[in-house]
């Protein structure tokens, strides 16, 4: 057996706008959280959001990491729709990472474009194998 990986390129880069958004579905909370960290860690001035779920398992995690990033706003939502997006302002100029299963990213790629968000402003990785 051979494992390769992690490919791609979901990191923040250089040339991103002064706000990026995330939404950290289940599984999909890791490499956001991770990015939050780096932010933290390399005093990037970006503001940042997070969105993620109210029933998430980390969410002690992601509200202490708020220490950590002070541009950092946290979102706990019941259903992500466009409702949501929208207490954060900017949303439609703002670089968004949408993480997690598949199916979930998806569907939350699809409502962040109904809401205007440009699709080269959009990366998703998904984590297949995960339910």
């Known amino acids: 057996m051979s494992i390769n990986g992690p ?5 923040i880069s250089q040339g991103i706008p002064s706000q990026v958004i ?7 909370i890791t490499p956001c959280m991770s990015m939050i960290l780096y932010a933290a860690e390399e005093q990037l001035s970006n503001r940042m ?3 993620f779920s109210k029933n998430s398992p980390y969410k002690n995690n992601i509200e202490s990491v708020k220490n950590e990033n002070r541009n950092l706003e946290i979102i706990p939502y019941e259903q992500f ?8 302002t900017d949303y439609q100029k703002s670089a968004w990472y ?3 299963t598949p199916g979930k990213t998806e569907e939350i790629r699809s409502t ?9 402003n959009i990366k998703v990785e998904e984590f297949a194998g995960y339910q």
Do not use: E, H, R
């Not at 729709?81 to 954060?88: L, M, R, S, Y």
């Not at 962040?112 to 080269?120: A, C, E, F, R, T």
């Open 7 to 11: 490919y791609g390129m979901f990191t």
């Open 22 to 28: 995330m939404v950290g579905d289940d599984i999909g």
């Open 49 to 51: 959001a997070l969105f």
């Open 81 to 88: 729709n466009q409702n949501v997006i929208k207490k954060v």
């Open 98 to 100: 949408v993480a997690g």
């Open 112 to 120: 962040i474009l109904k809401s205007g968000v440009p699709q080269n």
